[in-house]
């Protein structure tokens, strides 16, 4: 039987754990060979790739810090090089940082603003120039774009809500080459960043409609959506998979 993404390469950014991680198991499982970033954890990379290698498909682990530039770049190249073409780029890599606006120094500022916005547009911008016609972008959001429930968000929100600009900007940019470009705004999910039994969990059980967290193969399945064949005509859309975060 053919699988969905037969044939296809996909890169994951920030894919050693959490959504990423799921991310990448579940385009592999559908058929694509996969390339993941990390910034840190090389074993946990590693652990994936390998899961990835187990379900049939290629893999690769590349380091790269999104707050770097040449990073960013190089792991692009770096895919096309391995695996001879880029056709899913899903824009994962992120870092948060929450606190009063007074109070978060520019240090923080710059971090999560250089990864989660320019590190996405500068993926994106490099992807470009390799993904075949029907090629897919998918960017990572947050759900708190749409609804911010507490205090203390304003630098996040403000790093995601720029994909959303992004991603229309870029679906009517590549749309002429046949290449969509989608915004996912998960909710509260359950990582290791933000476990479903942390000290905040109650309060984001409350924000949503249905009371609990997100598993990541839920987000995962529709990121999958979007990079397959049934993803073709959903281009320029923010999906919220959020158990109702936002209602």
């Known amino acids: 039987m053919i699988s969905p993404l037969d044939g296809k390469v996909a890169l994951v950014t920030g894919g050693s754990r959490g959504i990423g991680a799921a991310v990448a ?22 652990q994936v790739v390998a899961r990835v290698k187990a379900a049939g498909r290629r893999a690769r682990a590349v380091r790269a810090d999104f707050a770097d530039a040449a990073d960013v770049r190089a ?13 899913i780029l899903v824009n994962n890599a992120g870092v948060g940082r929450l606190g009063p606006i007074g109070e978060l120094p520019l ?21 470009s120039e390799h993904l075949a016609e029907g090629g897919r972008i998918v960017h990572i959001g947050s759900c708190i774009t749409e609804r911010v429930p507490f205090p ?10 720029a994909l959303t600009g992004l ?19 998960p909710g509260p999910t359950d990582t290791d960043m933000n476990p479903a039994d942390g000290p905040n969990s109650a309060a984001q059980h409350g924000f949503t409609a249905l009371g609990r967290f997100a598993e990541p193969g839920e987000i995962a399945a529709t990121v999958a959506h979007l990079a ?15 158990g109702g975060h936002a209602a």
Do not use: H, W
């Open 75 to 87: 792991a692009v190249a770096d895919t096309v090089g391995a695996f001879g073409r880029l056709d």
């Open 25 to 46: 198991l579940r385009l592999a499982e559908d058929g694509a060979d996969v390339a993941l970033t990390y910034r840190q954890d090389g074993e946990r990379a590693e």
């Open 152 to 161: 203390g968000g304003t630098l996040y929100a403000t790093s995601k809500a």
């Open 107 to 127: 240090e923080d500022v710059d971090q999560v603003l250089a990864v989660n916005v320019r590190g996405a547009y500068l993926a994106a911008q490099a992807a």
């Open 228 to 242: 397959g064949g049934a993803g073709a005509y959903i281009t320029g859309a923010s999906i919220a998979v959020d």
């Open 167 to 185: 991603s229309k900007a870029l679906a009517r940019e590549l749309g002429p080459r046949d290449i969509t470009s989608n915004v996912v705004q």
